[in-house]
């Protein structure tokens, strides 16, 4: 699973709570995800980690809302949210991690080594945006060396969070 | 973001998020048939690459739209691309981005 690029369940009668958010979050190299004429009504947090992902259809659904940090998906080109019930758009979309000169974050930098380093560099900044999509519902802790962060930090930043010690 | 489509038409959007201004690749916006009573600034004027822009079935008129800072940018791009594309698409509907010339003509 680890090497799945595309998956595509349009056209079935998956529910939000059908859909394994979190699992999601964890492919590495999926790029495209078509969840078309479904029922589902919420997104989970967990799908901003996806962070490959180019392609995101979520066109003919149910949605009232969207996970605040949906722009951490640095890479995603192609967003379908036609025909859904939103009454707003998260203010992170297109812009959160934008001050990358035209990388997406995790580019920057690669291997657990360049993490630590980078780590060192925010620690103290409020990776607000970051955080969040942490997926706290979810509990997970993952490696970040897969999926480091960006060389700069988000213009986006709140001066204090102290979960931020979990990094 | 790298985000150059998106459709959010057919939803209850009552507003655009300004910080769409910031996506500099974003070429297509679909937000047909919403709530919208205008489009932000911050888009016309950040989003340098838009040249598809569909509003229409909104609240949105013209007037607002031509009193937007950027907008005249944006229709000078849009007209850009459409001379150098030349097909029959020229001098398109309102659906297909906002044609002033046309909308006048109507």
């Known amino acids: 699973m680890q090497g799945l690029h595309k998956l595509r369940c349009s056209h079935n009668a998956l529910s939000g709570a059908g859909v394994p958010w979190t699992t999601l979050g964890l492919l590495p190299a999926l790029e495209q995800l078509l969840l078309d004429h479904n029922t589902i009504a919420a997104v989970g947090p967990c799908i901003c980690q996806a962070t490959a992902l180019r392609v995101l259809d979520l066109s003919h659904n149910a949605l009232t809302e969207l996970p605040p940090d949906l722009g951490a998906l640095a890479r995603l080109e192609s967003l379908d949210l036609s025909r859904n019930q939103l009454s707003a758009l998260p203010d992170s979309l297109g812009a959160v991690f934008d001050g990358l000169g035209g990388k997406g974050w995790g580019e920057g930098l690669v291997g657990s080594e360049g993490l630590e380093v980078e780590v060192r560099r925010i620690r103290g900044w409020v990776w607000r945006d970051f955080i969040k999509t942490r997926c706290e519902e979810c509990q997970t802790t993952r490696s970040f060396a897969t999926h480091p962060l960006s060389a700069r930090p988000p213009t986006r930043l709140t001066p204090t969070l102290p979960t931020l010690a979990t990094l | ?106």
């Open chain 2, 1 to 106: 973001m790298a985000l150059r489509s998106l459709d959010v038409s057919h939803n209850k959007l009552a507003a655009l998020p300004t910080s769409l201004g910031r996506a500099t690749r974003l070429h297509t916006l679909s937000a047909a048939s919403n709530r919208l009573r205008g489009v932000p600034r911050e888009l016309l004027e950040g989003a340098t690459a838009l040249v598809a822009l569909t509003l229409s079935d909104n609240g949105v008129t013209m007037q607002q739209l031509l009193e937007v800072p950027g907008f005249e940018a944006y229709q000078a791009r849009r007209k850009g691309r459409l001379d150098k594309i030349v097909d029959a698409k020229l001098g398109a509907d309102f659906d297909e981005g906002i044609d002033y010339e046309r909308f006048h003509r109507h």
